[in-house]
C-alpha cells in the first residue's frame, strides 16, 4: 500500500502538483489518468522518490520515505519495479542481460540460479528465444514485455508503470495491460500505472484517479467511471480521440 | 545572464564529479563496465592515433627539411624538430583535441541518448548511482589514455624519421644526433602531466554534457557539438597554465 498526503510540486514558476493525496491498495491496478500535462509523470516520479516533493508525504505501508535512512531507502528501491514509457531497456545489454540486470546488481544469487529466474520471466511474458538479441533488434511491443520482465525479476512490491501501451497498436496495449493486472494479482504487488488511454481504464481500472492540472479531481472503478455525472469525468471520458481509440479496438478485436 | 548560468554550469560540473567519486557500484559490475570502456575508448581509438601520428611525424620532417636552406644550420635539426614538437605539442595537445571530437561526441552521444530515453531514469529508480555507473569506468579507462599519446610519440617520430631518410633530405645518422641532442627528460615528464590533465577532461566534461541534457534526439546532436567546444577550450586553456607553471 502506498498513501499519499498533500503532494505539491513546483517547477520554477509552474505548479504541477496542487495537493493530491489517495491511496494506492495492495494487490491492486490503481491507475493514474488525465490529459497529456496534467501531472501524472511528475506524481509517479514523486512516488518513486526521482522528484522532492516541495510539500506533503508518500507513506510506503506506514513509513514516511522522507524518514527513512540510507538503508531503509536502499532496501524500498530494492522492492520497486518501473515499467518506463519508452522501455528505458539498456541498449548496450542483451535481452537476457537486460533482465538479469537487476538480480546482478541485488542478489549474490549463481549466474544459473539467474539464468533460471530470467527465463522464467521470460516466459512470463511470453517471450522466447530472444535471449541473445538487443532491443534494437526486437518489436516495441516485445521491448514492453522484456521492460515487464525486467521489472519483476526481483520479485518487487511495487510496480509503477508510466503510460505501458504508448506507441503501440491497441490490440498489443490491451495485452500488456492484462499482462501488468495478472501479474499484480499473482504477485501482490501495489500497482501503480499512469494513463491516459480509456482502453486500459475498460480494461484494468480496479481503482482510478483522475487529474486534472494537478488535482486529484475523481477517484473511483471503471464501474463507476460511465455512471458518474462528475464533469471532469466525462470531458475526459468522452473526449473524441480517445472514443476514436476504443472504436480501433473492438474493430480490431472484431 | 551569461555570466549566471556560466557559474550554474560549473556549479554542476563539480556536483557532477563530486557524485561520481561516491555511492559506488557493486565491484564485479565495475570491473566489468571498466573494460568495455577501456575497449571502446581506448583500443578503438588506437587505428586513428596511429594513422594521424604517422603521417603529421612525416610531414614536420619535410616541413623542416624544406625550411632549411641555410648551409650553416646542420641537418640534424629535422630530427630534433619532429622530436619537439611531437613531444610537446603534437601528441599530448593535438592528439586530446581530436579525441574531444572522437571520445568527446560518443560520450556525449551515448549517455544523452540514455538520458532522453530514461535509461538513466532506470538506473536511478533501481537505486543506482548512475553518475558513478556512467562516468567513473570512463575515467579509470582514460587514466590508459597517457598509453595512446606515448604511441603516439613514437609513431610521430617513426613517421618523420622514414620522411626525412626515404625522403632523401637526411641521413639516418644525422636524425638519430637530431633526436639525442640537448634531450630534456622534463620535457616527457610535462607532456605526460599534461596529458593525464587532458585524460580527466576528455572523460569528465562529456559525460557531464550528456548527463545533464534535455529534451529529444536532436538535443543529443546539439549536445555532442557542445561538448565537442567546452572540451577542447578546457584542454587549450590548461594547456596554456600548465606551461606556464611548469616550463617558463
Ligand atoms: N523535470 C521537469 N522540469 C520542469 N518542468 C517539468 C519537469 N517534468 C515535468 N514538468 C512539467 O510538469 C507538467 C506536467 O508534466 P507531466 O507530469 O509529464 O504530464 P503528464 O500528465 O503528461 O505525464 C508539464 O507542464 C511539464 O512541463
Ligand atoms: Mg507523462
Redesign the interface.
Known amino acids: 500500500m502506498i498513501r499519499v498526503e498533500n503532494i505539491h510540486k513546483s517547477f520554477e514558476e509552474n505548479q504541477v502538483l496542487k495537493g493530491i493525496s489517495t491511496v494506492f491498495e495492495k494487490g491492486k491496478t490503481s491507475l493514474i489518468i488525465g490529459a497529456s500535462g496534467s501531472g501524472k509523470t511528475v506524481l509517479l516520479k514523486c512516488l518513486?522518490g526521482?522528484f522532492q516533493p516541495d510539500e506533503g508525504t508518500i507513506y510506503y505501508e506506514d513509513k514516511a520515505i522522507g524518514i527513512m535512512d540510507d538503508e531503509e531507502?536502499?532496501e524500498l528501491?530494492?522492492e520497486?519495479g518501473?515499467l518506463?514509457?519508452?522501455g528505458?531497456?539498456?541498449?548496450?545489454m542483451t535481452i537476457e542481460e537486460n533482465v538479469m540486470?537487476?538480480l546482478?546488481?541485488?542478489t549474490r544469487q549463481k549466474k544459473s540460479e539467474m539464468l533460471d529466474r530470467v527465463n522464467e520471466v521470460l516466459a512470463r511474458v511470453k517471450l522466447e528465444n530472444v535471449n541473445k538479441r538487443f532491443p534494437a533488434e526486437i518489436s516495441g511491443g516485445m521491448q514492453k514485455r522484456v521492460s515487464i520482465a525486467r521489472a519483476i525479476v526481483n520479485k518487487p512490491k511495487y510496480l509503477f508503470c508510466d503510460e505501458p501501451n504508448s506507441g503501440l497498436d491497441p490490440r498489443t496495449a490491451t495485452i500488456i495491460d492484462n499482462l501488468i493486472q495478472e501479474i499484480t494479482h499473482e504477485y501482490n504487488m501495489t500497482t501503480v500505472v499512469v494513463s491516459h488511454d480509456m482502453n486500459s481504464v475498460m480494461e484494468i481500472g480496479e481503482s482510478i484517479v483522475l487529474l486534472k492540472d494537478g488535482v486529484l479531481v475523481w477517484e473511483g472503478t471503471n464501474q463507476d467511471i460511465f455512471s458518474t455525472d462528475n464533469k471532469d469525468v466525462t470531458e475526459f471520458v468522452y473526449s473524441s480521440e480517445l472514443f476514436k481509440k476504443i472504436r480501433e479496438v473492438q474493430q480490431k478485436e472484431g | 545572464m551569461v555570466i549566471t548560468n556560466l557559474i550554474k554550469d560549473i556549479g554542476s560540473y563539480f556536483i557532477m564529479l563530486k557524485r561520481v567519486f561516491s555511492g559506488f557500484?557493486?565491484g564485479?559490475?565495475l570491473k566489468e563496465l571498466i573494460f568495455?570502456e577501456i575497449d571502446d575508448l581506448i583500443i578503438g581509438s588506437l587505428g586513428i592515433v596511429a594513422f594521424i601520428s604517422f603521417f603529421v611525424g612525416g610531414v614536420i620532417a619535410i616541413q623542416t627539411a624544406l625550411n632549411l636552406e641555410n648551409p650553416l644550420i646542420p641537418k640534424s635539426l629535422i630530427g630534433f624538430a619532429t622530436r619537439q614538437s611531437m613531444i610537446l605539442e603534437f601528441a599530448p595537445t593535438f592528439i586530446s583535441i581530436i579525441m574531444a571530437g572522437k571520445m568527446g561526441s560518443f560520450i556525449t552521444s551515448s549517455i544523452g541518448?540514455?538520458r532522453v530515453?530514461?535509461?538513466i531514469?532506470?538506473l536511478?529508480?533501481?537505486?543506482?548511482n548512475s553518475l558513478n555507473y556512467l562516468v567513473f569506468p570512463k575515467i579509470v579507462a582514460l587514466m590508459l589514455f597517457p598509453l595512446l599519446i606515448a604511441l603516439s610519440m613514437f609513431l610521430g617520430i617513426t613517421g618523420g624519421y622514414l620522411a626525412g631518410v626515404y625522403g632523401g633530405f637526411t641521413s639516418t645518422g644525422e636524425f638519430v644526433a637530431g633526436l639525442q641532442d640537448s634531450f630534456e627528460p622534463f620535457h616527457l615528464t610535462y607532456a605526460f602531466i599534461k596529458t593525464f590533465v587532458f585524460a580527466f577532461i576528455l572523460a569528465t566534461v562529456p559525460s557531464w554534457q550528456g548527463y545533464f541534457m534535455k529534451g529529444g534526439a536532436l538535443e543529443v546532436g546539439k549536445a555532442s557539438t557542445n561538448s565537442f567546444v567546452w572540451t577542447s577550450v578546457l584542454i587549450i586553456l590548461s594547456n596554456y597554465i600548465i606551461t606556464q607553471l611548469l616550463l617558463s
Open positions: 518513486l526521482l531507502h536502499r528501491r530494492e520497486i518501473m518506463f514509457q519508452g528505458a531497456l539498456f541498449d548496450s540486470f537487476p546482478r546488481m541485488f | 557500484t557493486k564485479s559490475v568495455k541518448s540514455m530515453t530514461e535509461q531514469d532506470a536511478d529508480v533501481m537505486g543506482i
